[in-house]
């Protein structure tokens, strides 16, 4: 299956936080989009990685993915190095997405700068034919480029490049999020409290996507920002 937006996300329940809204309205335009966890989450306070697989599965349907998939590499503990780079780079080859968006580019949490970084460098290691790859079936496989990559903003500010507008998807962002029951603001779960599950955090998840949405004259949404500028081939494409 070829997508046309592949997101990457360290943990699962990054790309609900970051950029489902922007995935959901990429859906309903029609795209097909993916998600690969990088990790199963495993040294999260709250959940157990079984928990955390059945909740991305619940968040996928809600935002109507057409693929999501987990590579299993150690929570806390993945490296930007040739193995974890060749796994990504046979998803990308797989996929042939036109757009890839990865976790932002740093944040409170390493792993979300380290897997902005091993993702950025497989996006350009998978255009080398030199770099041979196998397909899940065994197939040798193509090269592959996407034609440009986003990051998204998570929990430290960062100025965005691009901002989506996302103000007709936002009750379906919050709920892609809430389907991590384990994880985020539930008054009827008596386990211990974290950074993420506190009523605060969502406040503070709002407050953010007006902030960007107020920056473009609507009232939510998401920012990006890129690795190169942005080229249009007249003024126009920007209104």
Same mark, same amino acid.
């Given at each position: 299956m070829k997508l046309d937006i592949l997101t990457f996300?360290?943990?699962?329940d990054d790309a609900e936080l970051g950029c489902s809204g922007t995935i959901i309205a990429h859906i309903?335009?029609?795209?097909?989009?993916?998600?690969?966890?990088?990790?199963?989450?495993?040294l999260g306070t709250r959940g157990t990685p079984e928990t955390r697989a059945n909740e991305a599965e619940a968040a996928s349907k809600v935002m109507g993915l057409s693929v999501r998939e987990n590579l299993? #590499?150690?929570?806390? #503990? #993945?490296?930007?190095?040739?193995?974890?780079?060749?796994?990504?780079?046979?998803?990308?080859?797989?996929?042939r997405p036109e757009l890839v968006i990865m976790n932002a580019i740093h944040d409170r949490h390493p792993d979300h700068g380290k897997g902005s970084e091993?993702?950025?460098?497989?996006? #350009?290691?998978?255009?080398?034919?030199?770099?041979?790859?196998t397909g899940p079936g065994g197939e040798k496989q193509e090269a592959w480029r996407p034609k440009v990559?986003?990051?998204y903003i998570q929990d430290r500010y960062i100025k965005p490049d691009v901002i989506v507008d996302i103000t007709p998807y936002w009750d379906q962002k919050l709920e892609s999020i809430r389907a991590f029951k384990t994880q985020f603001y539930n008054p009827d779960d008596a386990s211990e409290n974290t950074y993420i599950s506190s009523p605060e955090f969502m406040e503070f998840l709002e407050a953010r996507a007006k902030e960007?949405?107020?920056a473009i004259g609507v009232t939510y949404g998401e920012g990006f920002t890129v690795e190169r500028h942005i080229g249009v081939k007249s003024l126009f494409d920007l209104i």
């Open positions: 996300a360290s943990h699962p309903a335009a029609g795209k097909k989009v993916g998600i690969i966890d990088l990790t199963r989450g495993e299993g #590499f150690a929570d806390g #503990f #993945f490296v930007n190095d040739k193995a974890h780079q060749l796994k990504i780079v046979e998803k990308i080859r797989q996929y091993v993702v950025s460098q497989a996006c #350009f290691l998978a255009g080398l034919k030199m770099i041979e790859t990559v986003y990051h960007y949405g107020h």
